[in-house]
């Protein structure tokens, strides 16, 4: 039986309850605006299409394949419900799949579920659903471009899911960041590559099947506030990374750093347990943890922006 | 005296531009019992479809009950025609059993304490009084079969037109269903790829073929023309 | 290659749990897991009241006292996400494996979180496993859950295991044409092709799920459905429901008191 698409699920007693609460408090105004839009969108097909989306990608994510070593790619599917029905549809198609797996499957807890939910539902429908959209309008039209901007659209959702529960889970004083954070984000970015892989499959199945199917996603509400949470991701991931790599005062970020508790004395020797993530030239660990990350979704961003450039080019000029 | 289902030179196209009606005429009486057979493909579940306005008429006329299909009379045909669709996992779209059976009566706007007694009355019929409780998921499709035709009685409608009943039922459970049919005293109109049940429940037999009806009368007659039957990819029984 | 667990864990009963309102049942697995994530690292005394609690529930349920207990270990791969704490919690010295220094202060709080998520997964099965799901449902409508939201979930219960039927007929089908193996290069096939093969298999449900859900608008329109959802009302709390609550959140109140009180 096992059950478990992606290790995101967080379990009750991992996250302090001023953090859970924070999570239900955003969830629920998440929500709200969710089944306003929604209503909007589809009217009286709300109910029916959405809850019936929902038993699809519960259903989906039972669908794996076999990658090496008795480990198995699967979907979390937040980026393809954006992608196919836009960001506040997914939303709720989302809600329910978490809320049920806490419900009747304890996949995830109840007084965490907020978080859950934010996690693996609304951060990676924006996500996906941002970065798909934005690589649509720069790579134009065409098969290419489609399985382009939804590969990394998927593969970017994840990251910023994971890397969201590592933040709550530092933040509640369970794993200290700088653990955390890279140890996620190393983890997920090959979770990810899984996720990437069979959301391209199945818009490759639907870009040749139902072509109008994938217009319903260019057409949703939530444009704008996808942009925002782009925007404001991108934001937030500079900023951090600036703010520490930029500090003159080793002091300063030394104390920063035990303040919240993540940089005990017995930091150095696990953090060599992910040399992976430690950029050579710069020592902080958490610091070159952030660093990696973004640099790492550039590369995979630019890796496929000049693939499909290099495609479409190719098939222009033959 | 009106007829129950009158239906006048009706003509209907999917959006993707398949005609799937060519002109369609079929009159039933009230509490007459029709079986509509027909091939794959040849427009039985796309009539159906049409006879309580989940499809609007391309050219020609609908009326059920006297009433003109219209956005007005909507409710009162949905009210009269009871329609069972061709999978009960479409009908049965509740978590229980009773929620189902309570839905149509709850959307009429009827009060709780009738709605309750029409489910009990409603499952009652269909043999399912034990199930109110069930979760749908769970049931054989024998038992599905029967509650999605509860679903509709539980509207009391003046017609049930079901779509394939009989299709994946085992013979006890299709035996089950050719009694009930029998028993119930709605006018019907029922279509099915199964002759003999056509030839035990149904006085009257109506063939349709790419869109058209192609032969409308006595089912003994019907189903005694060999030659018609081969026509339209039916086997003598 | 599916993988999915296609029961769920209700048991049907007639014992004090099943019969309570599933409202009271809801409220009280929330205090419950609250009680327990509130109290402090090392509240040994208090989670062990907490524990006691959950297996009187489970006794009471007529499930047998470790029916909870041997189902609830499915937390356990997540305690990777803590196991760092013995190690860079900074206190006194525990131990010294090699170069990593396991700290009292750091081990405390990882055996707590564990601790803490072990007892909530207990009540978090029990309330699961005594409650049928529709009645979770009208419980959560009545809860002021959004009933829009609350429909949506009902539908997806309804149709989760239609659809997971679908794909693993999809899957058998897939199976059973490869293994004729028509394109010898695919024979196998890489990881990227499988993963393909899978997302095609994704695709495909896809546009199942949208049919399916158009013939089900249909039904409910054929139905009377005019837009809007509407349900009978549910059961009034009886006395029993409200005495089992008071009880339950003074027991937590309790436990809680308990862990604040012998606080290190
Ligand atoms: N939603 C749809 N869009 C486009 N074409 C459709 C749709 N539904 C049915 N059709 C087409 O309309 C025609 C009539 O279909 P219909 O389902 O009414 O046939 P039927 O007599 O019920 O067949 P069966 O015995 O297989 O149930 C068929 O050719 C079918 O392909
Ligand atoms: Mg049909």
Not at chain 2, 48 to 66: E, R, T
Not at chain 2, 181 to 197: F, G, I, K, W
Request: aromatic share 8%; net charge positive; with cysteine.
């Amino acid at each position: 039986m096992l059950f478990k698409p992606v290790q995101l699920h967080i379990p009750d007693g991992f996250l302090s309850t001023p953090v859970s609460i924070i999570g239900w408090v955003l969830l629920v105004v998440t929500v709200a605006v969710a089944l306003r839009q929604t209503r909007g969108q589809l009217g009286e097909r709300q109910i029916p299409l959405m809850g019936v989306l929902a038993a699809f990608i519960f259903a989906a994510q039972a669908i794996n394949f076999p990658v090496a070593g008795g480990t198995s790619g699967h979907l979390l599917g937040g980026a393809l419900a954006a992608i196919i029905m836009g960001p506040w549809a997914a939303v709720l198609i989302m809600t329910s799949v978490v809320a049920i797996q806490g419900l009747i499957f304890q996949d995830g807890g109840l007084l965490v579920m907020g978080w859950n939910i934010l996690n693996m539902g609304v951060l990676t429908a924006f996500t996906g659903y941002f970065v798909y959209q934005l690589m649509r309008r720069l790579l134009g039209e065409g098969r290419n471009s489609l399985l382009a901007a939804g590969a990394v659209g998927a593969w970017l959702s994840v990251m910023v899911g994971a890397l969201a529960t590592a933040i709550q889970l530092g933040v509640s004083g369970t794993s200290p960041l700088g653990v955390a954070l890279p140890a996620m984000a190393g983890v997920h970015a090959l979770i990810g590559l899984g996720e990437a892989v069979i959301t391209v499959g199945a818009l490759t199945f639907l870009y040749a099947a139902r072509r109008d199917l994938l217009s319903i996603g260019e057409t949703a509400p939530g444009k704008a506030s996808a942009s925002w949470v782009g925007v404001g991701l991108g934001i937030a991931l500079v900023v951090a990374a600036f703010s520490f790599a930029a500090s003159p005062d080793p002091d300063g970020l030394e104390r920063v750093a035990e303040d919240t508790g993540f940089l005990g004395r017995a930091l150095e020797p696990v953090y060599n347990l992910f040399p992976d993530y430690t950029l050579p030239f710069i020592s902080d660990p958490l610091v070159s943890g952030i660093l990696a990350v973004i640099l790492g979704t550039l590369i995979v961003f630019g890796a496929a922006f000049l693939l499909a450039r290099v495609q479409g080019s190719r098939k222009a000029g033959a | 005296m009106h007829h129950t289902i009158e239906v006048q030179a009706l003509q209907f196209a999917y959006p993707d531009g398949h005609t799937a009606l060519r002109g369609v005429d079929l009159s039933i009486a009230p509490g007459e019992k029709v079986a509509l057979v027909g091939p794959n493909g040849a427009g039985k579940s796309t009539l159906m479809l049409h006879l309580n306005g989940l499809l609007q008429a391309g050219a020609g006329a609908v009326s059920v009950c006297g009433l003109s299909i219209r956005a007005e009379t909507l409710g009162q045909v949905r009210a009269a025609v009871g329609l069972v669709f061709q999978d009960p996992d479409d009908q049965l779209f509740s978590p229980t059993v009773f929620e189902d059976v309570a839905f149509g009566p709850l959307h009429m706007g009827l009060a709780e304490a009738e709605v309750r007694a029409r489910v009990e009355r409603a499952l009652a019929a269909v043999g399912m009084g034990a199930y109110a409780q069930r979760v749908s998921h769970h049931l054989s499709v024998g038992e599905k079969k029967r509650i999605a035709i509860a679903t509709v009685l539980s509207m009391s409608p003046e017609i049930l037109v079901l779509d394939e009943p009989s299709a994946g039922l085992d013979p006890r459970a299709r035996r089950g269903l050719i009694r009930l049919l029998s028993e119930l005293p709605q006018t019907m109109l029922v279509s099915t790829h199964d002759l003999r049940l056509v030839a035990e429940v149904f006085p009257r037999t109506v063939i349709m073929d790419q869109g058209r009806v192609v032969a409308d009368g006595p089912t003994a007659r019907l189903l005694g023309d060999p030659a018609l039957l081969d026509a339209h990819g039916l086997e003598p029984v | 290659m599916l993988h999915i667990d296609l029961a769920d864990h209700y048991q049907r009963g007639t014992s004090p749990i099943h019969r309570l309102d599933p409202r009271v049942k809801i409220v009280g697995t929330l205090l419950f897991i609250l009680a327990a994530t509130l109290l402090p690292p090392g509240s040994w005394a208090a989670l062990a009241v907490l524990f006691l609690g959950s297996l009187g529930v489970a006794w009471q349920s007529r499930l047998g006292v470790t029916y909870a207990l041997k189902r609830s270990f499915v937390v356990l791969p997540f305690a990777l996400a803590a196991v760092t704490l013995p190690f860079t919690v900074p206190g006194a010295t525990l131990a010294q494996v090699g170069a990593f220094v396991i700290s009292v202060e750091g081990t405390v709080r990882f055996l707590s979180v564990l601790v803490k998520s072990w007892v909530s997964v207990q009540v978090a099965l029990l309330l699961a496993v005594t409650t049928a799901f529709p009645d979770l449902l009208w419980a959560l409508r009545e809860l002021r859950v959004p009933r829009p939201l609350v429909s949506i979930i009902s539908f997806m219960y309804r149709y989760m295991f239609v659809l997971a039927d679908e794909a693993l007929r999809l899957q058998r089908a897939r199976a059973a044409r490869s293994a004729q193996g028509q394109d010898p290069r695919r024979t196998g096939g890489s990881v990227l092709w499988r993963g393909r093969v899978a997302g095609g298999l994704v695709g495909n449900l896809t546009l199942r799920a949208f049919e399916r859900s158009e013939r089900i608008y249909n039904a409910m329109l054929a139905r009377g459905f005019r837009g809007e959802l509407k349900t009978l009302t549910p059961p009034t709390l009886t006395q029993f429901d409200r005495y089992a609550l008071a009880g339950w959140v003074t027991f937590l109140a309790m436990a809680s008191l308990i862990g604040f009180v012998f606080a290190r």
